[in-house]
Each structure stands twice: as structure tokens, then as C-alpha cells.
């Protein structure tokens, strides 16, 4: 049983260009929320994807933005690159309505913006 | 609003000693408690939960937490350190801002030979 996969593990990008992040849930989970954790810090919620629709947003730009796929898959979108959107952006997989339980994490992809 | 904090940024013991990293929270929602353990270049690993069943809950790798609503802390312990145990722990809580996970500013746990 595959837990949660993200791709790119690594990633550089120059200030001003466009990002996408990619992860695979856990199987039999269909709720993808992302966090944003730099360098320091603790992990910040950015948005939630739940039928393929997002359901829940935390105080982050219109530049980040997302989608979900049937599979339940999802990527995360970056645009106009920032010098301080460099972070460690981590998957989180559940089932909807099932955070009360918590919730598994993917190894994280750690994006490099200069 | 639900909120986290952890007292403690660094925590440094010498193996075989008991650990404690505390964390009080914040939130007008019956809440769901969790514990993550984050090594070097490594995600996010679930220690333990607490979900309003019995206050004392015992994780992995012999940690354990005990849920105390009337002071709203939720620490974590263990009776004697390990060399692996060094890490970034994550207390968190889920409770009233939705479906979602808020986290703690992290405790850096270093431990001494």
C-alpha cells in the first residue's frame, strides 16, 4: 500500500516563473490539503481539495492555486514566483471529514526560488 | 479561532533521560489533538492522537501525551531518551477552523550522548 507520494522531491526555480507540484494520496483517501513550511517554521495551511472542487483556503495569494483529478490526485500552481516562496511544501492525504483522525504526510518537495 | 504553541523552540537532554516538549492549545471546539515527529529532509510522521477518548494517549517509539482540557495543554513525554529520537516535533491541533490541520512553531529536540 503506497502512502503519499509527492514529485518533484527538489526543485530550483527563478523569481517571476511558474511552478507545479504534484501528489498521489494514500490509497482509499479522497481529501488532498497542502502546506507551505519554510525554513524554521511550522508547516501553514494553503488550501484543501475535495471532489475535485477546493473547499477550504488558508490566508495565501491567488497566486498559488490548485486542482484535483478523478483519482483523487492533485497539484499545486505557483505563479510569479517570490524569492519567499522558497519552502518545503508538503501533501497532506485524509478523507474528507476524517482530519479528526489526522491526517498522512508525503516526504514533502522543497522548492528553491532565486 | 484554534491555535498552537509549543513553550519550548529547543529542548536538548542527554540519552536515557526522560524527554518533555509542551504544547498548549487553543480552541472553542472540542478538538483533536495529534503529535508529528519531522527528521532532516524527512515529512511529516504521526507520533499519536488524542480524539476524545482516554486522556493518556500512547504513541510510537514510546512516547505518550496526556490531554488536559483544564489547563489546555497537551505535552509530550517519554521516560528515556534515544539518539534517534533528535528531531523537529510538531504539536497540532484540529478542532473549530474548519477541515483543517493547524500546527504548532515546532520544538527542535537534540539529544546528547
Known amino acids: 500500500d503506497a502512502g503519499v507520494t509527492q514529485s518533484p522531491t527538489h526543485l530550483i526555480k527563478t523569481r517571476g516563473q511558474q511552478v507545479t507540484l504534484r501528489c498521489s494520496p494514500k490509497?482509499?483517501?479522497?481529501?488532498v490539503s497542502w502546506y507551505q513550511q519554510a525554513l524554521g517554521q511550522g508547516p501553514q495551511f494553503i488550501f484543501q481539495y475535495y471532489e475535485e472542487e477546493e473547499r477550504q483556503r488558508g490566508n495565501f495569494p491567488d497566486r498559488f492555486s490548485g486542482h484535483q483529478f478523478p483519482n483523487y490526485s492533485s497539484e499545486l500552481n505557483v505563479n510569479a514566483l517570490l524569492l519567499g516562496d522558497s519552502a518545503l511544501y508538503l501533501c497532506?492525504?485524509?478523507?474528507?471529514?476524517?482530519?479528526?483522525?489526522?491526517?498522512?504526510f508525503g516526504q514533502g518537495t522543497r522548492l528553491t526560488v532565486v | 479561532a484554534q491555535s498552537v504553541t509549543q513553550l519550548d523552540s529547543h529542548v536538548s537532554v542527554s540519552e536515557g533521560t526522560p524527554v518533555l516538549l509542551r504544547c498548549n492549545y487553543s480552541s472553542s471546539y472540542s478538538p483533536s489533538l495529534f503529535w508529528y515527529v519531522q527528521h532532516p529532509n524527512k515529512g511529516l510522521q504521526l507520533l499519536l492522537k488524542y480524539t476524545s477518548a482516554a486522556t493518556l494517549v500512547k504513541g510510537i517509539n514510546g512516547f505518550e501525551a496526556e490531554f488536559k482540557k483544564s489547563e489546555t495543554s497537551f505535552h509530550l513525554t517519554k521516560p528515556s531518551a534515544h539518539m534517534s529520537d533528535a528531531a523537529e516535533y510538531f504539536c497540532v491541533v484540529w478542532g473549530n477552523a474548519g477541515n483543517m490541520l493547524t500546527f504548532g512553531g515546532g520544538t527542535r529536540l537534540m539529544v546528547k550522548p
Open positions: 497532506a492525504s485524509s478523507v474528507f471529514s476524517g482530519l479528526r483522525v489526522g491526517a498522512f
Open positions: 490509497s482509499g483517501h479522497d481529501t
